[in-house]
């Protein structure tokens, strides 16, 4: 009925339009009625606009709207009317494209209506609502509160010229109910709210069950009700809120044109409720009504930005609440679409910037990534930018900037950036007093920026002032105020830090209550438990060093021990409450310190598997890592659990490199399981491949789709460890399989920690060996920093004397134990060891250690050192056996003139002897100069299984990921070479500079060339450790192919005789260079 309803209309207007058109065809300029159906075609052209949206019939109305009164000069009876008219017009553009100047004119002309209009004029009263509701929308836009007091006063005069039985009184106290609504939005003042639903009901009351507008009625008192539930707290207004939305919707069939409104308004309220009570029903309900009136709000309808920010918000809500990050996502996107709806100039475009920004720095929260704050703050500014200084909303943007600011200030140490916060905070609460809805919010922010500033510059005027201001903050938020627990939080955690600068313990006591409480009013999957829960443990734990008091200590852990049954992707709270946890038990030897450390490895395995698309996001993944793994090991070792400090450590290093690599894992087995390993395998495979092609394709945000594709990933991962055989499919390895790494000969974990330093040796068939070494990290720091303090000056000044000393002083204190050792465990000399160094000893030349005196072994006499950044990568590497050794294709690559840096002029005689010794054995190529470009160079990696490059390698430690070898173009970066499809890679010579040089700030995840090449399949690496000369790179690589051929007397290449070839080589020309371009190069791998 309602669709045959609608078609009605839609004919009647159709029919209205062409007669009024024929019609004022008929009466030309000069008729004397040329203005009455001027005015009638512009009425049913709006009438037609309002059904149908079209833009154009508005614009037409309004033109002959101002053509109509200009034949109704002043003085004419029917002039008001006109104005009237043209006015309510200009209000319906506006409405629909938001240009100020369309509403400006509207109230202009109202004004001007109603000056014609004497008191006993009959249309006074709807003249008098015309100009008020006009004056209302205006505030709604600017926010200046003499429009919504002057509104109120034209609403309350147009009830006094209208008697009980008056047919329009219910519109009349509705439109006062809603501009009294506004007025206490701004205020605070409660007896405008009750005032307001009064009328509401009132209005409600004259509207029969069958009344056009009673669905609005029942809405608009439902929204006071809910107003006055959030400031009560009070249950029964917001259950009749709801009841009152239920009974609109009901009167809205399926197509009807408000349907979609009265689909969002339920929806918001049933997200309250949600907040109250706790009841998942009652949100993912919210979220399917949001969605549905999304669904009746197509492209081009003039309400569809409206929806995508409502349904964003339900799913912004339900991301806090279950820490879902496609939720988070959605919301992003669908903001960012609703932004697209409110060009620069649209009256809503502030508030869809606002919401983009929230929800980015929701993200940032989340995963860390600098882009996102940094957005947030540009997009709050511009909001900021827009709203004059006595705006509605101006408080709220400035807040919203100044938490993001202070944001940043915890991230880089900006100072400009906090006392900037604390000014915008500041300005905030000055423009909400006494009684404003949202001073509680500012009065908490203000005195969380205070706290920080105190924590850097220790004023503890500071400091009192926030404790002051979390008070108040906490007066006005009661039991069962949505806030609540945030405002017990904060008060304690400010509580917490004046105990700890005083020492009152009544401070502490009181913080701990405080900061429980908060925790009580959290539902268990609420984003913020771990983050409160984590800051009672440390209340708890500051008490215990106080008074000893053993219940205090088993609190504290009882609640870190609620993080290891994390069902939700852990956050970046989460792996920070997971490491305080790891951190405090490992100090007091508490007996989950182990399984501390196992939780927050897991949740950095889930924070890497959301961030490794990206080298963008790798600042993120190595403050994530910091000393993580290395405290993990260190604690293991103490409690005697050698194996677990092997599995933990390995866990925790090369994240990175072991997310990308578990991209690439053999599928072999899976596939022969069955038909259905074999689609597992392939749908594996698929994503996989999609997944490793993604890595830094766009500059583009492409982290939506990445964690879909993520999401898709670890289903089908999931799906496969339900096989039979296939429970660990893709997990970190245990012991029993690492220990495979020892096969060709014994691994030595080196390993550096604020704990302490040990080493521990891998055999393949015995148990670990700890070998304790009698030295702190910082000792080990400042013994590296002396030595590459030593290799900057390399090859300027007689510096011989000092690297003896330095590998003398490895040797006794480092390498000499381990040799010890395994020379007890009976490991035969000229035995191959490979080192596995952690932390500050990845950066030190543990291969070239030794007493360097007569008659004495250095280690290069005993044993023939390898080097591998994880044992997972020095088994991937002995797994990738090729299948076809005919197929084997060497490339030499020789860049002498690149774009930057000086010539390197041995580069050419030396490709010249990789050609002599290659030439004969394999099928071989060479590109030089002209041909050796970023683009050339790629292509020769993907057709060829052995490599050899010349030229100069350029590390850059602060974007280690743009790490490079020199081409005639450009730099061939470390992002390009991971995208590269490898075709059973075997051996790599880097005869370049610094190619084992990586991060400085995170050694342990050996962001380097060498890896780089290494994580691509070569199975066999040789790089540099620091500058290589051009002559003796030549000398050392002729020496190196000549003993790697006589190495294999079959005349057959074979990788896993390349360290044994460069021992030799070296050795050969130990008389002829310098004692550092001896030890420069290392081989890295099988």
Request: aromatic share 6%; charged share 20%.
């Amino acid at each position: 009925m309602g669709q045959w309803s609608s078609c009605l209309t839609n004919i009647t207007n159709y029919v209205a339009i062409k007669l009024h058109r024929v019609a004022l065809f008929l009466r030309p300029p000069g008729h004397p009625d040329r203005s009455m159906y001027l005015n009638s075609l512009a009425a049913s052209l709006r009438e037609r606009f309002r059904q149908r949206g079209i833009t154009s019939d508005l614009d037409e109305a309004i033109e002959l709207h101002r053509g109509a009164l200009l034949l109704r000069p002043s003085g004419h009876p029917d002039r008001s009317t006109f104005l009237n008219n043209l006015a309510s017009s200009l209000r319906d553009r506006f409405l629909q494209r938001g240009i100020m100047s369309d509403l400006d004119e509207a109230i202009e002309r109202h004004r001007d209506a109603l000056l014609l209009c004497s008191s006993g004029h009959p249309d006074r009263s709807m003249f008098l609502n015309n100009l008020a509701v006009s004056l209302r929308d205006r505030f709604l836009q600017r926010g200046i509160m003499s429009d919504l007091d002057e509104a109120i006063e034209h609403h309350q005069g147009t009830l006094l010229l209208c008697s009980s039985g008056h047919p329009d009184r219910s519109t009349f106290l509705n439109n006062l109910a809603s501009s009294l609504r506004d007025r206490f939005l701004q205020r605070g003042i409660m007896s405008d709210l009750d005032e307001a639903i009064e009328h509401h009901r009132d209005a409600l009351l004259l509207c029969s069950s069958g009344h056009p507008d009673r669905s609005t009625f029942l809405n608009n008192l439902a929204l006071s009700l809910r107003d006055r539930f959030l400031q009560r707290g009070i249950m029964s207004d917001l259950d009749e809120a709801i009841g009152l939305h239920r009974a609109a919707l009901e009167l809205f069939p399926p197509h009807h044109s408000n349907r979609s409104a009265s689909l969002n308004n339920l929806a918001i309220s049933l997200q309250d409720r949600f907040r109250q009570r706790g009841i998942m029903s009652d949100l993912d309900e919210a979220i399917k009504l949001n969605r549905a009136a999304l669904l009746l709000r197509p492209p081009g309808h003039s309400e569809r930005s409206i929806s995508l920010n409502n349904l964003a918000g339900s799913l912004r809500e339900r991301f806090l609440q279950r820490s879902i990050m496609s939720d988070l996502d959605e919301t992003i996107e669908l903001y960012r679409t609703a932004l697209f709806l409110h060009p620069p100039g649209h009256s809503e475009r502030s508030a869809s910037l606002n919401n983009l920004a929230v929800s980015l720095r929701d993200r940032f929260q989340q995963h860390g990534i600098m882009s996102d704050l940094d957005e947030a703050i540009e997009l709050h500014r511009a909001v900021l930018e827009r709203l004059p200084p006595h705006h509605s909303y101006r408080s709220m943007s400035l807040s919203n900037l100044a938490i993001c600011l202070g944001d940043r200030f915890k991230q880089r140490g900006i100072m400009s950036d906090l006392d900037e916060a604390i000014e915008f905070h500041r300005t905030a609460l000055l423009l909400r007093p006494p009684g404003h809805s949202e001073r509680s919010m500012s009065l908490d922010n203000l005195a969380d920026s205070l706290r920080n500033r105190f924590r850097q510059r220790c004023i503890m005027s500071d400091l009192d002032e926030a404790i002051a201001l979390h008070r108040d903050a906490l007066l006005l938020r009661p039991p069962g105020h949505s806030e609540r627990s945030r405002s017990q939080n904060n008060l304690a955690t400010s509580l917490q830090d004046r105990f700890r600068q005083q020492g009152i313990m009544s401070d502490l006591d009181e913080a701990i209550e405080l900061h429980r409480a908060a925790l009580e009013l959290l539902p268990p999957y609420h984003s913020n438990q771990s983050l409160y829960l984590g800051n009672l443990a440390l209340s708890l734990g500051y008490r215990f060093q106080q008074w000893g008091l053993q219940p205090d200590l088993d609190e504290a852990f009882s609640l870190y021990l609620r993080l290891s049954h994390l069902s939700h992707t852990a956050s970046r709270t989460d792996l920070t409450v997971a490491k305080s946890w790891a951190a405090s038990a490992h100090i007091l030897n508490h007996d989950s310190a182990l399984l501390a450390y196992a939780t927050a490895l897991k949740f950095l395995d889930q924070q890497v598997a959301l961030l490794s698309s990206s080298s963008h996001h790798f600042n993120v993944i190595r403050e994530a890592v910091s000393s993580l793994a290395t405290d993990a090991f260190s604690c293991s070792v103490r409690h005697g659990a050698l194996t677990t400090a092997v599995e933990l450590l390995e866990q925790g290093r090369g994240v990175f490199w072991t997310q990308l690599a578990r991209f690439s894992t053999p599928l072999d087995e899976l596939s022969g399981s069955g038909d259905t390993g074999m689609a597992l395998a392939e749908e594996f495979k698929r994503l996989s491949f999609r997944l490793h092609n993604a890595f830094d394709q766009s500059t583009e945000d492409k982290s939506p789709q990445i964690r879909q594709l993520t999401m898709q990933w670890d289903d089908v991962v999931s799906r496969i460890r339900m096989l039979r055989g296939f429970s660990r499919f893709v997990l970190p390895p245990l012991f029993s399989d690492l220990q495979k790494a020892a096969d060709d000969g014994p691994i030595i974990i080196l390993n550096a920690s604020q704990f302490g330093c040990d080493a521990l040796i891998i055999h393949s068939t015995k148990d670990p060996v700890h070998v304790p070494l009698d030295t702190t990290q910082a000792e080990v720091s400042e013994f590296s920093s002396e030595f590459h303090s030593l290799v900057e000056q390399f090859g300027s000044s007689n510096h011989q004397l000092k690297l003896v000393g330095i590998l003398r002083k490895l040797w006794d204190h480092f390498v000499h134990p381990i040799v010890q050792s395994l020379k007890e465990s009976q490991v035969p000399p000229h035995s191959r060891i490979w080192w596995c160094p952690t932390a500050e000893f990845t950066l030190l030349p543990l291969h070239a250690a030794g007493p360097y005196e007569k008659n004495k072994d250095n280690l290069s006499n005993i044993y023939i050192s390898s080097y591998t950044p994880t044992l997972a990568t020095l088994i991937r590497a002995r797994q990738q056996v090729s299948r076809d050794a005919s197929s084997r294709r060497f490339v030499a690559i020789g860049q002498a003139n690149p774009d930057r840096g000086k010539g390197l002029r041995c580069v050419a005689p030396e490709l010249a002897v990789v050609a002599q010794y290659l030439a004969p054995v394999v099928s071989f190529t060479s590109l030089e100069d002209g041909d050796a470009t970023v683009e050339g160079a790629l292509d020769a990696l993907n057709h060829n299984q052995w490599l050899h490059f010349a030229c100069h390698g350029m590390p850059n430690r602060t974007q280690p990921f743009e790490s490079s070898f020199a081409m005639r173009d450009g730099p061939l970066m470390i992002k390009d070479i991971i995208r590269s499809n490898w075709q059973n890679p075997e051996f790599a010579f880097l005869s370049a500079c610094h190619t084992t040089v990586g991060d400085e700030k995170s050694p342990d995840e050996s962001i380097h060339l060498a890896a780089a090449i290494q994580f691509c399949g070569f199975r066999s690496v040789i790089g540099s450790m620091w500058s290589v000369d051009d002559d003796v790179a030549r000398q050392v690589v002729s020496a190196f192919y000549r003993q790697l051929i006589q190495v294999d007397d079959s005349r057959k290449l074979d990788c896993t005789c390349a360290a044994v070839a460069l021992h030799k080589a070296v050795k050969s020309l130990r008389n002829k260079i310098p004692l550092e371009q001896q030890i420069v190069f290392v081989h890295i791998g099988v």
